[in-house]
């Protein structure tokens, strides 16, 4: 990620730019903004500047032994601090024990959100925390003589879940530094971080992109229509990651609705051969996303009912999915809707519980042989 890179910001990059080339770097630097405004991507593009050993006047080489290691984020002198889930028995208890996921993130795009971070560490309820063994371990790394003899960097994405423990380990740090020792700290919310920590940084703020910048970075990179690239721009709200979230989703639904109509069809002729396949198709997948499908199938029952009783409130729909519907709601009536959920909600239940796939989904395509010639 270079400043080329960064969707949108340009004088906040003119700004960045000037503080190194006129040597007037700040050591303990505040990036906030909200989520998926491009923060974190800028705080990546800075520090891969600042490293640079054939810097350009307005943006890195791209191409030195520096920005080659800053491209995979593993520059010996750039630290990464994050929340975590943090488990005795995962032996999770500071960042870098979860290091490697959370690069895989960053590098799949840097435009990164809390919530899809907490699903990535397995629970997208549980809050992640910054505790009082990441103060420590911030400290001892910083301790430590730069690898490259230039700049050591700390880049902490989320101040705010820091707790008082380890807010207090780093504040005489943050306060005197030590020699070229820089601090970004990157936060959605700003009003959520420790008061002693606030007053030692420089705040440089962020807005929310515009629908018109996120469409032109829809287009440019995702190649999708202008008419879908403004629609999901709107939707975002100024962050990128959600627009980028929302493709996913989007791309997902349309894997998932063609596995649905396969399935339907299959179950309606009664091809058992072919279910068969089907069945051994989709137990190779994972259980979540096995899960996922069968709520997805709940939907897509419920919206055949709407569809079978009043034709006119399949708005959220994409053609595709109207097409198949309007020829498949007819088989999906009062008579078979309750045993056709009640099947899908025992075996999401059993899946829960770690049933054989292969033996459950094939047992509820066999059930839905009988269920859909109810007419
Ligand atoms: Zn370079």
Redesign the pocket.
Known sequence: MSFKEVIGHHQLKKNLLATINNNKVSHAQLFCGPEGSGHFAMAIAYVKYLL????KEND?????A??IKMNQLSHPDVHFSFPIHLSKTNKVEKSDDSLIEFREMCLKSPYIGLSSWNEQQGNPNKQGIIAVKEGEAIIKKLGLKSFEGGYKVLIMWLPELMNNEAANKLLKIIEEPPKKTLFILVSDTKEGILDTILSRTQCINFNGLSDEVIADELKKNSAIATEKAVHIAQLSEGNFHKALSLIDNENKDQIFLSMFIDWMRLCYTRNISATIDWVDDIASSGREQQKAFLIFTLEMFRQAIIGHYSSNTLTILTSDQEKFLNKFSPFINHLNIIGLNDTINKAYYHLERNANPKVLLLDVSLKFYALLKKQ
């Open positions: 640079c050993s054939e810097p890195c080489c791209d191409s030195c520096s920005c």
